[in-house]
């Protein structure tokens, strides 16, 4: 950052440029990309992204999915993708572990088949 600092302080349309990108910005001048990109618009929510693992998309639903995580690589909703996988993980393997203790404490209650 040092050295762009010093490059853009010893160039003067390096930073003509830079001004005017700043006051396209400050004034409320936007592409249709920069406002896209800002608010996610081709995002996945935390639902659809759950339905997805779930498998409860249908074909051309969750071909978007695919597509937005693995052709356009978004980071966010791959991060959402892999929190919301961890959780299901956590919850598989937790109700495993419920299921076995509640065996084990129910084993010896059980009465056996009297012949």
């Known amino acids: 950052m040092a050295a762009m600092e010093a490059e853009l302080r010893g160039r003067t349309d390096l930073l003509q440029q830079l001004a005017t990108i700043n006051a396209r910005r400050d004034a409320g001048v936007h592409s249709l990309g920069e406002i ?3 608010n996610r618009l081709s995002c996945l929510t935390r639902e659809q992204l759950g339905s997805f693992l779930l498998g409860a998309l249908d074909q051309e639903q969750a071909a978007y999915v695919t597509f937005h ?15 919301l996988r961890r959780e299901q993980e956590e919850s598989q393997d937790h109700a495993q572990r419920r299921r076995s203790k509640y065996f084990q404490t129910s084993a010896g209650h059980l009465k056996r088949k009297q012949k």
Request: aromatic letters at 12%; hydrophobic letters at 20%; proline letters at 0%.
């Open 36 to 38: 896209w990109r800002r």
């Open 69 to 83: 995580l693995e052709t356009i690589g978004c980071r966010y909703c791959q991060a959402n993708h892999d929190d």
